[in-house]
């Protein structure tokens, strides 16, 4: 329990990041349709319109192994104290995210850009705790 209290701010942005993106990664699985669907639109005048499939694989492939990491990493503080494993998954997470801001800038969806910067305060915070360790 004494480990869990020192990380507690840790483990907290930990599971809100494995959230965010095993959910994520999750609904574009089950509707990969309707989500290429509906990026294809998104992205229609951008560089990005005749390569969205890949761009989103690629997005799915990053989200789910930060998830991942994210998981491991909360295991590997509760189970040995160590913070490697998080700090990887906080590092991807950050990276995911700036990819979707690059994505979102270039659509000028500015509105979408901001609700990610929302997302990535609270992940570079976690970088910060994680690389102080």
């Given at each position: 329990m004494n480990t869990f209290?020192?990380?507690?701010?840790?483990?907290?942005?930990?599971?809100?990041?494995?959230?965010?993106?095993?959910?994520?990664?999750?609904?574009?699985?089950?509707?990969?349709n309707g989500n290429i669907s509906w990026l294809k639109e998104h992205f229609s005048a951008t560089p990005f319109k005749n390569i969205v499939p890949l761009l989103v694989g690629v997005i799915l492939v990053t989200e789910?192994?930060?998830?991942?990491?994210?998981?491991?990493?909360?295991y590997q503080i509760l189970s040995s104290g160590g913070k490697v494993i998080a700090f990887y998954g906080a590092i991807l997470s950050g990276i995911t995210l700036l990819m979707l801001l690059f994505g979102q800038r270039i659509a000028k969806d500015y509105e979408g850009a901001k609700t990610i910067?929302?997302?990535?305060?609270?992940?570079?915070l976690l970088v910060f705790l994680l690389q102080a360790a």
């Open positions: 209290s020192n990380n507690a701010t840790e483990i907290l942005l930990l599971l809100f990041l494995i959230i965010t993106f095993l959910q994520s990664g999750f609904d574009k699985i089950i509707d990969w789910v192994v930060a998830g991942v990491l994210c998981s491991v990493g909360i910067a929302v997302y990535f305060i609270p992940t570079i």
